[in-house]
């Protein structure tokens, strides 16, 4: 499957944004779906956690993130949304999305967050 996400962009300490990650696979419901983040000049397996949501609809959050954002998925629209909230400078990343389904993981490409005034 090929995961798209979008919706990064610069947002000022204290704003919101919403991520979208959309994926071209019509079975799109069999997939545990997830978000993760790279802060800057760090590695690819030093991806941060952010949350996930089950293929039933279960979600959790890290706590870096937790009462801030909001994960959720509409399988119609083959589309993961990350809602963020009140923005901090270390929310700036790549944010990534991976959808993992029957032992395989598949991820998106990523956006860029950059929180700063």
């Known amino acids: 499957v090929k995961l798209v996400e979008s919706g990064g962009g610069l947002v000022q300490p204290g704003g919101s944004l919403r991520l979208s990650c959309t994926a071209d696979d019509k079975i799109f419901s069999i997939y545990h779906l997830g978000w993760f983040r790279q802060a800057p000049d760090s590695q690819r397996d030093q991806r941060e956690w952010v949350a996930r949501i089950s293929t039933s609809g279960e979600k959790t959050y890290a706590d870096s993130v937790k009462g801030r954002a909001t994960i959720a998925r509409d399988n119609a629209k083959n589309t993961m949304y990350l809602d963020l909230n009140s923005l901090k400078p270390e929310d700036t990343g790549v944010y990534y999305c991976?959808?993992?389904?029957?032992?395989?993981?598949?991820w998106g490409q990523g956006t860029q967050v950059t929180v700063s005034s």
């Open positions: 991976l959808g993992a389904a029957e032992g395989v993981e598949n």
